[in-house]
């Protein structure tokens, strides 16, 4: 880390930008230090504007004390990221834009601002009942495959893709932004506490004691709006 004491996120960021970019046009400190959610090994997160560069590139420094992950881009690349985040229902870019403390303004930040602010309040494309039956097929497959499963650590493994689906499917049916990571519960949470209160304590439960039950039921019922499980009748590809 270098022969400095671990400073403050905005000090640090300050620092580093006068040091790398300081002839970028804009950028802002963002990730969980900014929301209060850091932790001892959490980074810095930094969104650089620069119009001399011709295309976006990330890079990793250890820097003032502090691990840093710097996103670079020119004043139409980040745009690209905006829509593979949006296409992905995982804004990342976005919240980090409009989440981020301003380290350096040269007048472009609050119009990209507004733009990443824009999305998030769009929120995802709608599923499609083709898209939401074809979900319903694929948690009903693992589903199955867990509740037959008899070797412990399989069952961990399917498990881990069954919480993945079913966070997936909760909010994608209810127009809301999915996560990956820490992000799962985090994007629940911001849809419905009780819900994830119960999705953990299932999860937890099976972890823990390898029963099976709240999960099985936890899944089925998340299932049960739309019909239900689904195997029998199920095509894809088929031509008509």
Same mark, same amino acid.
């Given at each position: 880390?270098?022969?400095f004491?671990?400073?403050?996120?905005?000090?640090?960021?300050?620092?580093?930008?006068?040091? %790398?970019?300081?002839?970028? $046009?804009? &950028?802002?400190?963002?990730?969980?230090?900014?929301?209060?959610?850091?932790?001892?090994?959490?980074d810095?997160?930094?969104?650089?504007?620069d119009?001399?560069?011709?295309?976006? %590139?990330?890079?990793?420094? *250890?820097?003032?004390?502090?691990? =840093?992950?710097? @996103?670079i881009? *020119?004043?139409?690349?980040?745009?690209?990221?905006?829509?593979?985040?949006?296409?992905?229902?995982? #804004?990342?870019? $976005?919240?980090?834009?409009?989440?981020?403390?301003?380290?350096?303004?040269?007048g472009?930040?609050q119009?990209?601002?507004?733009?990443?602010k824009?999305?998030?309040?769009k929120?995802?494309d709608?599923?499609?009942?083709?898209i939401?039956?074809?979900?319903?097929?694929? =948690?009903?497959?693992?589903?199955?495959?867990?509740?037959?499963?008899?070797?412990?650590?399989?069952? =961990?493994?399917? &498990?881990?893709?069954?919480?993945?689906?079913?966070?997936?499917?909760?909010?994608?049916?209810?127009?809301?932004?999915?996560?990956?990571?820490?992000w =799962?519960?985090? &994007?629940?949470? *911001?849809?419905?506490?009780?819900?994830?209160?119960? @999705?953990?304590?299932?999860?937890?439960?099976?972890?823990?004691?390898?029963?099976?039950?709240?999960?099985?039921?936890?899944?089925?019922?998340?299932?049960? #709006? %739309?019909?239900?499980?689904?195997?029998?009748?199920?095509?894809?590809?088929? &031509?008509?």
């Amino acid at each position: 880390m270098g022969d400095f004491k671990k400073i403050s996120p905005i000090e640090a960021a300050h620092l580093f930008i006068n040091k %790398y970019f300081p002839n970028c $046009q804009g &950028a802002v400190l963002a990730g969980s230090v900014v929301r209060g959610e850091g932790t001892d090994t959490s980074d810095l997160d930094i969104v650089v504007f620069d119009k001399s560069l011709n295309s976006s %590139y990330r890079e990793s420094f *250890n820097e003032f004390g502090w691990p =840093i992950e710097v @996103f670079i881009h *020119n004043l139409t690349s980040y745009k690209h990221f905006f829509e593979l985040d949006y296409k992905a229902a995982k #804004p990342s870019m $976005q919240r980090m834009v409009w989440e981020g403390i301003i380290l350096k303004d040269k007048g472009i930040i609050q119009s990209i601002k507004l733009e990443a602010k824009e999305i998030l309040d769009k929120g995802p494309d709608r599923w499609t009942e083709e898209i939401i039956t074809t979900k319903r097929y694929f =948690i009903t497959d693992v589903l199955d495959d867990f509740i037959g499963c008899k070797n412990r650590a399989e069952e =961990i493994f399917i &498990a881990n893709t069954l919480a993945e689906l079913i966070h997936e499917f909760v909010l994608r049916t209810n127009g809301q932004w999915i996560g990956s990571s820490k992000w =799962i519960i985090r &994007a629940l949470k *911001n849809y419905d506490e009780k819900f994830t209160e119960e @999705f953990v304590d299932a999860l937890d439960t099976y972890y823990k004691t390898a029963e099976k039950k709240k999960v099985i039921h936890l899944s089925e019922m998340i299932l049960e #709006p %739309y019909g239900g499980r689904l195997f029998e009748g199920f095509s894809m590809g088929k &031509a008509k």
